[in-house]
């Protein structure tokens, strides 16, 4: 029994730490599984939000939704683009692996005005 007495403070510390260990390891694998969302409309000749900022290494998920006709979303210093086709939201999944700013812009014609259609991602560390 005496034994028992004195291991058990131990035992109770090293519940604890095992326990401050799996909440470190759970915050620190939510992070990295982070996936940040961002909702986009596209009309004519506008996207809103025009500017956006996101974290070099953080999935980003673009969500568009068009409130008019079919537009396009083309962001060459990144690769990425996707067609945004009206009455449904079009997802875009990328990885951001490099800082700076990059510029995109619709790369479906929608009318004069069309060339004025732009926007521009910023990638930081
Ligand atoms: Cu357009």
Redesign the pocket.
């Known amino acids: 029994m005496k034994t028992m007495k004195a291991s058990h403070p131990v035992v109770v510390l090293t519940i604890l730490a095992f326990i401050m260990f799996l909440f470190a390891w759970g915050n620190f694998a939510g992070a990295n599984d982070e996936e940040v969302i961002i909702k986009m409309t ?1 009309k ?2 506008e996207y809103s939000p025009k500017d956006i900022s996101v974290k070099k290494g953080i999935p980003v998920v673009l969500e568009f939704t068009s409130l008019d006709g079919f ?2 979303f083309y962001c060459p210093g990144l690769g990425i683009r996707t067609d945004i086709e009206p009455q449904k939201v079009n997802r875009l999944r990328f990885i951001p692996e490099k800082v700076g700013t990059f510029s995109f812009h ?1 790369d ?1 014609f ?1 009318g004069s005005g ?1 060339e004025d ?1 732009t926007g521009t991602i910023t990638v930081t560390e």
């Open positions: 596209a004519k000749f537009h396009g619709c479906n929608c069309h259609m």
